[in-house]
């Protein structure tokens, strides 16, 4: 990692290459299905090492939709047919800027909808750091939550810490909108984050985000 003060500039991770063996992979996928009972919601993270493939998402996808179980998937821009009929896709805004030119749209608004119409999703975050979070929704006004932070430190981990945030969200049955704020109060504890050893989102961090948040609204209103 390559840090200047308090700020992250570059991390560089080195992974294991060998591939994983169809037996593991398969009893991956078994194993998760038979989870899905206690669950209230499905994560797909894909980190492009192989684990998720097109055989197995569609099983995990099938078998949580069967059990109205919504799904949230964080996928490569590569694998994007793997998440037909997804409730929640997360994107950093610059994979939603690519994504953009991909298809050929200049507006956000546009490009969301025909990603959306053409993928069958319920909704589409875009990540966009100071930027805040903007949730695209099927039938559904669109929602921006700001950024609030006068300082930005670090990126690492936001991905996580929204898709979090939305399962939250999720399981305390709240609103698009209201998920727009907690998930742009999750994204700001890791962007905010003073210490570059740990990118971990906690529930103490998050509540603190959150009276920080709602404090500042009181103050300005005022």
Request: proline share 3%.
């Amino acid at each position: 990692s390559l840090v200047q003060g308090e700020q992250l500039l570059l991390r560089w991770d080195v992974e294991d290459d060998e591939i994983i063996p169809e037996e593991a992979i398969s009893a991956i996928y078994e194993q998760a299905v038979l989870q899905l009972d206690d669950s209230f919601s499905v994560i797909l993270s894909d980190y492009g090492q192989g684990v998720v493939n097109d055989e197995g998402v569609e099983k995990i996808i099938e078998s949580a939709k069967s059990k109205s179980i919504p799904i949230i998937a964080d996928p490569k821009l590569t694998g994007l047919h793997r998440t037909h009929g997804v409730d929640w896709i997360v994107f950093q805004s610059r994979g939603f800027e690519l994504m953009k030119r991909r298809i050929g749209e200049n507006s956000s608004d546009l490009a969301a909808k025909k990603l959306i119409d053409t993928h069958n999703w319920k909704h589409l975050v875009v990540l966009s750091g100071e930027g805040g979070v903007m949730i695209y929704s099927d039938g559904e006004p669109t929602v921006h939550a700001p950024c609030t932070l006068p300082e930005l430190r670090q990126m690492i981990g936001l991905i996580d810490a929204a898709v979090v945030a939305i399962a939250i969200s999720i399981s305390n049955n709240l609103d698009v909108k209201n998920t727009a704020i907690l998930t742009n109060a999750a994204c700001e504890c890791i962007l905010g984050a003073e210490k570059t050893d740990s990118f971990v989102l906690s529930r103490e961090d998050l509540v603190n985000r959150i009276g920080e948040i709602a404090w500042n609204l009181q103050v300005s209103k005022r």
